[in-house]
């Protein structure tokens, strides 16, 4: 049992984060299906249909976290998802093959796989699993409402910034010259 | 408790502040590193050496005219490579077109390839337009130019005086440097050109 002031506030951060993600695989599908080909991981003929399948699921996930009734189920299949990436990239790690684009954030800010990439992901399980535990009944206020967005805001801001911080750190790594 | 709740959404405000802030600053070391990038690559020339005669090549200009390059002429030749989408390039015109404007003994040529839609919109926003200016991949590819913007300077005589990377106004000017030329500025050197044309054997 938790409060439902963490719970909510890992859901809405969860949610806006998937969302996002969909987003830039929606707009820029075929960008998508050669990252899912990069991968070397699903045959030819199913990578169109992953590369469709993906961003929608990612949506539903969005969607299912923000009702307090579908808002476990969503939390199983976000944890899952996050983990089947986790998954794909550590296994094109350790083929090593460092120098493919992850495909995280669209076309716009590319990021070579990196073992921190994994740490960000467990990152964002936590967070799935933390939105999906059962929440403590009890009456919520203005205030709590307030704290529940404002820390779901803070939660989304401090993880682009750890995101863009990850694929920063590639480039000046290439200035030092150890890679 | 009233202290409590007016403290407490302060801090949550200021925390968001503070991860904006953040994010703001992580963003700019990418725009920043985007920025620099090209300052970093250690080159290693091709073309023609320094000294030896530039390789001849004729281009039409914008105007359609011929240029020829590497020819023996009256005047000497800066020719600056660029392109469009290099925020560098750009900066340098400024440069260029000083130095083309100081002395009446060096023509400048700016050389890109690519759309011709956009290096008129590049030609428009600096003011080049009575400049020379050839938008061919022929001449990029004689001088085997691989990374821009990039500048070659070629003497009265068709010899290659200098060359190389200009990333900054300080790289151009040393194109023209003492040690190259045996003058101390671009003034200097094409002064001492006229006087006694062929004295300057580079080291």
């Not at chain 1, 992953?50 to 579908?70: F, K």
């Not at chain 2, 001088?143 to 300077?153: M, T």
């Not at chain 2, 200098?162 to 050197?189: C, I, P």
Request: aromatic share 6%; with cysteine.
């Amino acid at each position: 049992m938790i409060d439902p002031i963490i719970s909510t506030s890992a859901a809405l951060a969860l949610s806006v984060i998937f969302a996002s993600a969909a987003s830039h695989k929606l707009r820029h599908p075929s960008w998508f299906r050669r990252q899912i080909k990069e991968y070397e991981l699903v045959p030819e003929f199913v990578v169109p249909t992953s590369a469709m399948a993906l961003p929608v699921a990612e949506l539903a996930i969005a969607a299912g976290l923000l009702w307090g009734t579908t808002r476990p189920f969503a939390g199983v299949f976000a944890a899952l998802l996050v983990s089947l990436y986790a998954l794909a990239i550590a296994i094109n790690l350790v083929r090593g093959r460092k120098d493919i684009d992850c495909g995280c954030s669209g076309p716009a800010m590319r990021q070579p796989l990196q073992p921190a990439l994994l740490a960000r992901n467990l990152a964002l399980a936590i967070m799935a699993v933390v939105a999906l535990l059962p929440m403590l009944e009890r009456p919520l206020n203005l205030h709590d409402n307030f704290v529940m967005i404002a820390a779901g805001s803070v939660l989304v801001l401090l993880y682009t910034a750890t995101d863009l911080w990850l694929a920063n750190r590639p480039l000046l790594l290439q200035f030092s010259g150890e890679k | 408790m009233q202290a409590l709740i007016i403290s407490n959404v302060m801090l949550w405000l200021l925390l968001i502040t503070a991860s904006l802030v953040l994010l703001g600053l992580i963003r700019q070391i990418g725009v920043l590193h985007a920025r620099v990038a090209p300052a970093g690559a250690l080159m290693i020339d091709k073309g023609v050496e320094v000294g030896q005669p530039a390789p001849q090549v004729t281009a039409a200009d914008r105007a359609g005219l011929p240029v020829n390059i590497g020819y023996a002429s009256e005047k000497s030749t800066l020719l600056f490579f660029l392109s469009p989408s290099c925020p560098i390039c750009k900066s340098l015109i400024p440069a260029i077109k000083a130095i083309g404007k100081s002395t009446d003994k060096l023509e400048v040529i700016y050389v890109g390839d690519g759309d011709a839609a956009e290096h008129e919109k590049l030609i428009a926003k600096a003011g080049i337009e009575k400049s020379r200016y050839i938008l061919s991949p022929e001449v990029g590819m004689t001088f085997q130019i691989g990374k821009l913007p990039y500048a070659v300077l070629i003497d009265q005589a068709g010899t290659l005086k200098a060359k190389g990377l200009v990333n900054s106004r300080e790289h151009l000017d040393s194109l023209f440097e003492t040690e190259f030329l045996g003058s101390s500025t671009l003034q200097e050197y094409l002064q001492t050109q006229t006087e006694s044309p062929g004295i300057h054997t580079p080291s």
